[in-house]
């Protein structure tokens, strides 16, 4: 009944297991994994959300990018850490996943890849699947520091490739991607035409001093298209307080044809108005799947009739071995051309 976009197993693992049975006993505990700092023991300044108590936000004043004055605000907050982002690039979203899900429709088709960091936090999957996009691994290294494994960025990289996800700082390393990292990552994906997504919800959160004002800003970048993200709750250490940004830099004129490709209801149409109906791959029961129609590999399965009616595979979502029908009859829509630097 329920897609295959969200999970199946909803069992409790076995640490989740083990907490709960020692709360029930009563059993005192220290958790090292705790994460919400309003019971951490955080004194925060009196007065601190007063601004959310102003007047103007009785009134209802929808803007495609979002309200002006709090793009201005964000732009002065980049302005503090360095980065000159007009308020023109930065768009208003109800939080991070959120500007993720956007990014992910702006970005790729059902069935392509995105680049992620490992280690990191499994959000990704998540994510990732709930937009119909693979997540393929890249690594992070230690020598003495941690740095980003270029050469399994290049070996991850291939045709589908659509976008490479950045968290800087890292969880869980703490690490900031540096301007080095920055300039030969960049010499990888402008080519490809493959965009940045930084995640940098954390920036203002160093473990050792300076690193924040050392490491390389993805929002300074105009040679690759990039978008950096960030959001209040992590800003002001109130998980409750959602709102969400991305900065959109690159190519003056590549990052104006994300900007008008992103905002929905704007009113502004993209010159290549066109649709296109792209036929997936509908899960079906084991016996009903045509014998060797999809091949498991170590990407997940790839539907050998989705190469050949498409102009590129798409994933199977979902896959258990063989478990396919290929009868093209899901289908989403979507433009009939991505944006590109010519746009």
């Known amino acids: 009944m329920f897609s295959h976009r969200v999970p199946r197993d909803l069992a409790a693992n076995r640490l989740s297991t083990m907490v709960e049975a020692a709360r029930a006993e009563g059993r005192p505990l220290l958790d090292l994994t705790a994460s919400n700092p309003t019971q951490a023991g955080f004194a925060y300044p009196e007065g601190l959300l007063t601004p959310l108590a102003d007047a103007r936000a009785l009134r209802y004043d929808p803007q495609p990018l979002g309200h002006t004055d709090a793009r201005r605000a964000v732009t002065r907050e980049y302005e503090r850490q360095g980065a000159a982002v007009p308020a023109d690039r930065i768009v208003l979203t109800a939080s991070t996943s959120e500007a993720y899900s956007l990014l992910f429709k702006l970005l790729a088709e059902a069935g392509d890849e995105v680049l992620v960091p490992r280690p990191s936090y499994p959000l990704f999957e998540h994510l990732t699947r709930l937009d119909l996009v693979s997540a393929r691994p890249y690594d992070l290294e230690y020598h003495g520091v941690w740095s980003i494994d270029i050469a399994s960025v290049e070996r991850a990289i291939t045709p589908g490739t659509r976008a490479l996800l950045l968290v800087t700082p890292n969880n869980p390393t703490g690490s900031f991607v540096t301007r080095d990292e ?41 040679d690759v298209l990039t978008f950096s993200l960030g959001g209040l709750s992590k800003s002001a250490g109130l998980p409750q307080v959602k709102l969400g940004w991305l900065a959109v830099s690159g190519p003056p004129a590549l990052a104006a044809s994300a900007i008008e490709r992103r905002v929905p209801g704007s009113g502004r149409r993209s010159p290549r108005g066109r649709w296109r109906i792209t036929a997936r791959c509908k899960p079906a029961s084991p016996r009903f799947a045509p014998a060797g129609c999809c091949a498991a590999t170590p990407g997940g399965a790839r539907c050998s009739r989705c190469r050949r009616s498409n102009r590129k595979k798409i994933s199977c979502f979902g896959c258990s071995a063989t478990a396919f029908s290929c009868s093209p009859d899901i289908f989403s829509i979507s433009r009939a051309n991505r944006f590109s630097s010519s746009a």
């Open 182 to 222: 920055l300039d030969r990552l960049a010499a990888l994906c402008t080519p490809r035409d493959i965009a940045i997504i930084a995640d940098e919800v954390f920036a203002d959160y160093e473990l050792e001093p300076g690193a924040a004002a050392a490491a390389g800003r993805t929002a300074a970048r105009r």
